[in-house]
């Protein structure tokens, strides 16, 4: 009898990006809420970090202020903290776990940030809705600008 393999991705959203920048300032910026606060989220968003401690079972609680005026709270707690290697986080409202991975490759770093949605039925929803694959890239190129930015700042 044959095993029937699950796939998940009807669930998942995936980007992988190339930074010219050291994994140790790009783990700062993603660690340090002073930094994330100024890159995090799709364009036009800002951020208010109301508790965010990176440690398995540590709470990341803040406040993303859209463009709209609208106030939306994220309420999310640590799942994984491998220094300069792993994150892995689970967000409740809507349910995923995102999991980004760092890779140290010379001065630049390599990461991987996968989304995983409870279910097919709340991905569209929040693909529909939140337009998340697209806040996704946004996201990231926000935090290719902060970390140039960061860069120059400290030479």
């Known amino acids: 009898m044959l095993k029937k393999?699950?796939?998940?991705?009807?669930?998942?959203?995936?980007?992988?990006?190339?930074?010219?920048?050291p994994v140790q300032l790009v783990w700062e910026v993603w660690?340090?809420?002073d930094h994330i606060k100024n890159?995090?989220?799709p364009n036009g968003f800002t951020n208010t970090i109301?508790?965010?401690?990176?440690?398995?079972?540590?709470?990341w609680n803040l406040t993303m202020h859209g463009p709209d005026g609208r106030d939306y709270k994220n309420e999310s707690v640590f799942q994984e903290i491998i220094p300069l290697k792993k994150i892995v986080f689970q967000h409740k409202s809507?349910?995923?776990?995102?999991?980004?991975?760092?890779?140290?490759?010379?001065?630049?770093?390599f990461i991987n940030w996968h989304m995983l949605f409870e279910t097919k039925e709340q991905f569209i929803q929040v693909v529909k809705t939140f337009k998340a694959d697209e806040g996704l890239k946004q996201n990231v190129e926000k935090l290719n600008y902060y970390l140039q930015t960061?860069?120059?700042?400290?030479?």
């Open 50 to 59: 109301h508790l965010m401690d990176i440690k398995k079972g540590g709470a």
């Open 39 to 41: 890159w995090w989220g």
């Open 94 to 109: 809507p349910n995923f776990i995102a999991t980004i991975e760092f890779e140290a490759q010379g001065d630049k770093t």
């Open 5 to 21: 393999e699950s796939s998940t991705a009807d669930r998942e959203i995936s980007i992988s990006r190339l930074f010219n920048a």
């Open 31 to 33: 660690t340090n809420p």
């Open 150 to 155: 960061q860069l120059a700042i400290r030479k």
